[in-house]
């Protein structure tokens, strides 16, 4: 009986602004959805991005342990780049979580300017350290920036916090001791 009722004049119109309203409100959605798997996209970019990166890290870190005098500051160093190793970890994990594969080695492009070729090539530690600070600016950049992403999910923002101040610590560290060692 209701839908015979439908079937008058005036429900038929009512009918139609339903059905307009409903399209209206499902373009939107599919908008906002296409909106929200771009962000998703972009985070997971951005994720991949940084164990590349934390991988590039690890590669210098092996080559200025080897090519230091400074024995305090290779000990340094190598704890420095196990930091970096469970860097790979725990945003690899991040990645999983999102469905895809992290990468398992540094990017071809090596987003760090004094990476293993050029350390390789650098003697002195002061040289060395200052090219390790410069890398850790970069380090210290891309998190910072990953911080910023959209549509972080609150475990994943908890983990690049951490891996953030992780490479503050990194640099601060060099840094000084780059400048106790001038003064010393
Ligand atoms: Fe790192
Ligand atoms: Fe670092």
């Known amino acids: 009986m209701a839908r015979r009722r439908l079937r008058t004049r005036?429900?038929?119109q009512h009918h139609e602004l339903?059905?307009?309203l409903l399209k209206s409100f499902w373009q939107f959605r599919s908008q906002d959805h296409k909106e929200k798997h771009?962000?998703?996209?972009?985070v997971i970019k951005a994720l991949k991005?940084?164990?590349?990166?934390d991988y590039d890290a690890i590669e210098a870190y092996d080559a200025a342990i080897d090519r230091l005098d400074d024995k305090e500051a290779a000990k340094k160093l190598e704890s420095f780049k196990q930091d970096h190793v469970r860097h790979t970890a725990n945003i690899g994990d991040l990645v999983r979580k999102r469905g895809e594969t992290p990468p398992d080695g540094p990017d071809f492009k090596r987003i760090l300017t004094k990476g293993k070729v050029v350390l390789a090539d650098l003697i002195g530690d002061k040289t060395i350290l200052m090219a390790?600070?410069?890398?850790?600016?970069?380090?210290?950049?891309a998190y910072d920036k990953a911080r910023g992403l959209d549509d972080l999910q609150p475990n994943e923002l908890s983990v690049i916090n951490a891996n953030y101040a992780d490479e503050q610590r990194h640099k601060a560290w060099i840094d000084q001791?780059?400048?106790?060692?001038a003064t010393a």
Do not use: F, P, Q, Y
């Not at 771009?38 to 972009?42: G, I, T, Y």
């Not at 001791?177 to 060692?181: G, L, N, P, S, Y």
């Open 132 to 141: 390790m600070s410069a890398n850790e600016k970069i380090t210290n950049v």
């Open 177 to 181: 001791h780059i400048k106790d060692k």
């Open 10 to 12: 005036t429900g038929g």
């Open 49 to 53: 991005e940084l164990v590349a990166l």
């Open 38 to 42: 771009m962000s998703d996209k972009a």
């Open 18 to 20: 339903a059905h307009r």
